[in-house]
Every structure is written in C-alpha cells, then in structure tokens.
C-alpha cells in the first residue's frame, strides 16, 4: 500500500536536512510519538548521511486481527540514508523500515526540495504486510499509524526550525 506524506517549511533545503538529520530532534520525535524506548544513530557514509531510529512502541492501537503477531509492543526500525545536495540544494534519500519479528517492510524514498520560498520535505513509501488472506486488510491500519508519526515529526520540525521546542 503506497504512502505519500509533505510538509513545507519556512526554511532553507539545507536547513530543513539539518533538523531531519539531528540526533536530539530525531529523539524528541520518539519522544512525540510516545515511543517507549528508542536509539537513534546519525552517521557518515561515503558522504551520505544516514539516519537510523529504532523505537520500541506500545501495540495498543494495533487491530486484534493483528495482535497476535505482535504482541504488546512494536520495535520500528527506520533507515534514510540522505545522499548529498544538489546543486540547488535538493536532498534525496533512501527510506526502508521493518517492524522487527513481523511480515511488515517498508521502502521507498524521501525528499527536500525548494518550492518558491519555502522548503518540501516529502515522503514516499511502499509498505506492506506479507501475511496470506489477511495482510491487506492489516496495511491501512499500519499505514494511517505511519501517517500519524509522521505528521507529528513534521509538527515537531517546524516547531524546532521555529525555536518553540
């Protein structure tokens, strides 16, 4: 099931790639989204940066359909490894994530583009849950919980770009 996510900021490309790739912003992102634990690594890589939060999540909301494959919580593994900037200063990144000991993945890319004089930060994923008959009916749930995190991290940057965090 595909997902496609923006959010504009009153900010430079490079200022919008430095919250998104800032260790404390990523944590208090685990900390918004009411993660009960969480790591996050920000690291070089042949000049790209890459981006890795692990967070442990309450299942609460997790439909009973799929309880039984995951239990009382959600360990979410996130990876974006941001390339460098072009000329124009736009960023792009691959996205791939897993819930760690479930059929649930999800890939795709990521970007931070000038539009006019603010900045988009989009996001583009697949995510899918490989489990016979019932996967499919699972998705939308892990989807719209995907949608949530993330809009509430897109709060959280304009609210750090802002100085109010």
Not at 49 to 71: C, H, L, W, Y
Not at 109 to 133: H, M, N, Y
Request: proline share 4%; charged share 30%; aromatic share 4%.
């Amino acid at each position: 099931m595909e997902l496609k996510l923006s959010a504009s900021y009153d900010a430079t490309p490079e200022e919008v790639f430095a919250i998104v790739t800032d260790a404390t912003f990523r944590e208090q992102a685990c900390e918004k989204t009411k993660a009960l634990s969480y790591d996050v690594k920000v690291t070089e890589s042949g000049g790209d940066t890459v981006v890795r939060v692990q967070r442990e999540m309450p299942s609460n909301d997790v439909p009973d359909i799929a309880r039984k494959f995951v239990g009382q919580t959600l360990t979410v593994v996130q990876t974006e490894t941001w390339h460098p900037a072009g000329a124009d200063g736009t960023r792009h990144a691959d996205v791939k994530g897993e819930i760690t000991g479930t059929p649930v993945t999800l890939k795709g890319t990521a970007r931070i583009e000038s539009d006019g004089k603010q900045t988009v930060q989009a996001i583009e994923l697949d995510v899918k849950v490989s489990v016979p008959l019932i996967g499919k009916k699972i998705e939308p749930f892990v989807v719209d919980a995907i949608r949530s995190g993330l809009t509430k991290e897109h709060e959280l940057g304009r609210d750090w770009h802002d100085g109010t965090n």
